[in-house]
């Protein structure tokens, strides 16, 4: 499977960013999250799924229930595991994604709650 996956990254060299050439989300679904973005799409025993998801789940471990992944590089197309992480779905509205919100978090990661210690 990681095989498959990384079969369709392009690793930046500047960035850092794994850049997903495969099949990409039509933005403007109206997805919970980042309806207006393309996303990486990967088939997984038949089902469509977002590849950054897939590659959290490979690479790092299972995405707790509720939790989102966000991409701490804003690049929505990105499937890096050291550039997601899984939050809330508020946290990820609150943050939002002006460039002063990248910017502030960006150099040391800071995350608003600490989301291990959720009821
Ligand atoms: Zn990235």
């Known amino acids: 499977m990681i095989d498959r996956l990384m079969r369709h990254v392009d690793k930046c060299a500047v960035t850092g960013c794994w850049n997903w050439t495969g099949a990409k989300s039509t933005p403007g679904k109206g997805r919970k999250e980042g309806g207006s973005l393309p996303y990486g799409c990967i088939k997984v025993d038949g089902k469509a799924r977002r590849a950054h998801?897939?590659?959290y789940e490979l690479l790092v471990g299972p995405i707790p229930h509720g939790f989102v992944i966000d991409h701490i590089c804003r690049n929505t197309l990105c499937c890096n595991p050291d550039h997601l992480r899984a939050m809330t779905n508020r946290e990820n509205i609150l943050i939002g994604t002006s460039a002063t919100?990248?910017?502030?978090?960006?150099?040391?990661?800071?995350?608003l709650d600490d989301v291990g210690s959720g009821p």
């Open 53 to 55: 998801r897939v590659s």
């Open 101 to 111: 919100s990248i910017a502030r978090r960006l150099p040391s990661y800071v995350i």
